[in-house]
């Protein structure tokens, strides 16, 4: 029976083996039939995609043109250099990183880092981003520094370099020289985020000679690759460079506040100028193509992705033509003014070297061209950066709207529509120069006439006071109406305040001398003696050359203040159409009756005919209007200011230019009149273009 009993249990657990088993195949069978069977698209599908890559594909920026439509600013295509996450070593990753450094400044191109230490002796470079008097922007930047590394606020750039160095492991073995190109490097990785999915642009823009050299040491150089991107390039060269402004890397900063938008952190961005303040219609939509892999590598899969959308176009307002001519002009007087000044303890000019100037329509405050000398090229802005950045002189500084000046004589049209329109005095009111003012006993400024001849211009109206700059005049005039009526009408012509010109964040707001401004500053009590300084331009009256072109242009169109604006439209790449356009603003009203008007222009006129800047005009074929000033600063020869417009009968241009120690008013006239030149033969051509095509002028 146990035998009978034991073969019964080993058939049992035999059916019970071969019953698990047979559930378990079914399973199989089952399974196998729902992946391959249902499921077989679907995993296909994805098989497929865990073969296929997608790579971005970078789209333009928008290019930028000038009113008629020649370019300024378009795209090229050009090479950069990338580096790759790899699996090198540290130590061997640092040793190729100084390779690369090496190989990339030898060759003369420019390698991206932001690190705020030079040297040697090591320093932080802050002071350098600012002007001098925005020490405490630079204090403030240096004290963020330190924080985001947790840094103490009293480390010195040594001591932070150190510790740089400990945190890349970087060897003794290597001068501080070599460590310090390491340590540029591994922080900018670190800030820019450096990882597999994320490379460095260590270098953009290259020549093809510097990327053959990589390529053909390719197993040198196992984390490089070379990459195609398009890249600005300047059409007119380095015309108009403040106005246009530049790209650059995005900071950490500037990515926490971008990236929800589509901006990856090697993405280059608008840092000033137009670049800046259009960014978002500039700036493109970035599209992808999928990459499928084969047995030679990958090969684009057809009709995958999604092409890059050109970023918008803009449309300036400025003439190029106008413009160049603008730039040249200036550059080539301040360069007349300092060959013939002498030297500069002469005060004669022979300190001259930097000015600015505006060009406006003054129907509808349309920027034609707007200059500031020195300048830069926006080409080669990353290798002259340390350059620009020592130069005393400050060319990246945009003197037309950053830099403020007493506006001298120039100012002379204001305080005569303020008098004329309060009642001091009519356009017949006669006053009579007496050489020295002696209403203070305590300060009796004197006419410059009287200073240079000992001679006085006797009596005097409103016009003639003009034509001549009779400061005696105007002493008289500034003393009976008050600063304060005079600040009231400065502020009516928009002094003081910015204009609203889009790159409002480079715009000064300037400076009304008064009672207000001497409390704000704590420099002590406003005097009578001060009212007549101000009255001739003088005293702590500082403008920018846009606010003083403004002002002209608001006076001979009649008192209309507009918005000074540089783009005109800016129009989708695909088909032109308008997806912004500009409309002239009207910030305010000077009221002005006529006669008084009349007055004040027929003085602008008689400096042209007869005054200080006759012999510039004489026989010029168009009537034109203007106004001189020498404006006394603390140090060095005085300033150089004049304004003019024409035609004079009907205005439609108007021009202000300020050289700094440039002598006198009529030295800088030359700039204007070459303005003058292009203008009225460009617009000649223009006109006669438009004619033969449409059969009329324009209005």
């Not at 900018?188 to 985020?193: N, V, Y």
Request: charged letters at 25%; proline letters at 4%.
């Amino acid at each position: 029976m146990q035998g009978f009993n034991s073969k019964k249990t080993d058939t049992t657990r035999l059916k019970v083996y071969a019953a698990f088993i047979g559930v378990i195949v079914c399973i199989i069978v089952c399974r196998l039939f729902w992946m391959q069977i249902v499921m077989g698209n679907t995993y296909a599908e994805r098989a497929e995609q865990k073969q296929m890559r997608s790579v971005a594909v970078k789209a333009p920026r928008g290019e930028i043109v000038d009113r008629y439509g020649k370019p300024f600013v378009i795209n090229k295509t050009g090479y950069s250099i990338q580096i790759q996450k790899t699996n090198l070593k540290n130590d061997e990753f640092n040793e190729m990183l100084l390779k690369i450094y090496k190989t990339i400044s030898e060759h003369g191109e420019g390698v991206f880092e932001t690190l705020p230490i030079e040297g040697f002796p090591l320093r932080y470079t802050f002071a350098d981003e600012y002007e001098d008097e925005d020490v405490s922007k630079a204090q403030n930047a240096e004290k963020k520094w330190k924080k985001s590394l947790d840094y103490n606020e009293n480390i010195t750039a040594e001591e932070a370099f150190l510790k740089l160095r400990n945190r890349y492991t970087i060897d003794e073995s290597y001068t501080d020289e070599d460590a310090l190109k390491i340590v540029a490097l591994r922080y900018e990785m670190e800030m820019r985020l450096f990882s597999v999915s994320t490379p460095f642009t260590v270098a953009s823009d290259v020549d093809m000679e510097l990327v053959t050299k990589f390529k053909e040491k390719q197993s040198e150089y196992p984390c490089i690759n070379v990459i195609t991107e398009y890249v600005r390039e300047y059409a007119q060269g380095n015309i108009a460079s403040h106005l246009l402004g530049r790209i650059g890397k995005m900071s950490a900063e500037e990515y926490a506040e971008l990236k929800t938008q589509g901006y990856k952190m090697n993405d280059e961005i608008g840092k000033q100028g137009i670049e800046k303040e259009f960014e978002t219609y500039l700036k493109g939509t970035d599209g992808y193509t999928s990459l499928i892999q084969t047995p030679n590598g990958f090969e684009v899969q057809p009709e995958s992705g999604k092409e890059a959308v050109p970023g918008n176009y803009v449309v300036l307002t400025i003439d190029s033509s106008l413009q160049k001519t603008l730039e040249r002009a200036l550059s080539r007087t301040i360069y007349d003014i300092r060959s013939r000044g002498g030297e500069p303890s002469a005060k004669s000019g022979g300190d001259a070297y930097c000015g600015a100037a505006v060009v406006m329509n003054p129907q509808n405050g349309e920027i034609l061209a707007m200059a500031s000398w020195p300048t830069f090229n926006l080409a080669t802005f990353n290798e002259d950066y340390k350059n620009l950045l020592n130069d005393k002189n400050k060319p990246m500084w945009n003197r037309a709207i950053s830099g403020t000046y007493p506006p001298g004589s120039t100012f002379k049209m204001l305080t005569s529509i303020a008098a004329l329109e309060t009642g001091i005095i009519t356009p017949q009111t006669i006053i009579n120069d007496e050489g020295v003012y002696k209403h203070y006993t305590d300060y009796q400024p004197k006419c410059w006439i009287w200073t240079k001849t000992r001679q006085t211009h006797g009596e005097q109206n409103v016009s003639q006071a003009l034509a001549n700059s009779c400061n005696y005049f105007y002493y008289e005039v500034g003393r009976q109406m008050g600063i304060e009526t005079l600040n009231e009408y400065a502020k009516m012509f928009g002094f003081g305040q910015k204009t609203g010109i889009e790159l409002s964040a480079e715009e000064e707001k300037g400076r009304i001398a008064g009672p207000e401004d001497r409390e704000k500053y704590k420099m002590g009590q406003w005097r009578g003696g001060d009212t007549l300084q101000a009255s001739i331009g003088q005293s702590e009256n500082l403008f920018t050359p846009l606010q003083i072109a403004n002002y002209v242009s608001t006076l001979i169109n009649g008192g209309t203040r507009y918005r000074p604006h540089l783009v005109k439209t800016i129009r989708s790449p695909i088909d032109g159409s308008i997806v912004y356009e500009t409309q002239s603003e009207i910030l305010g009203q000077v009221s002005m009756k006529r006669e008084n008007l009349h007055a004040v222009l027929e003085g602008m006129l008689g400096v042209t005919e007869n005054g200080t800047a006759s012999s510039a005009f004489k026989e010029y074929p168009i009537k034109v209007g203007g106004k001189t000033g020498s404006a006394q600063v603390a140090t060095g020869s005085d300033n150089g200011v004049f304004v003019g417009f024409a035609p004079y009968d009907n205005p439609q241009i108007a021009v202000a230019v300020v050289v700094e120690h440039g002598n006198s008013g009529g030295d800088v006239v030359p700039i204007v009149k070459a303005v003058f030149d292009e203008y009225f033969n460009n617009y000649a051509d223009v006109q006669s273009d438009i004619k033969n095509l449409t059969g009329q002028l324009l209005p």
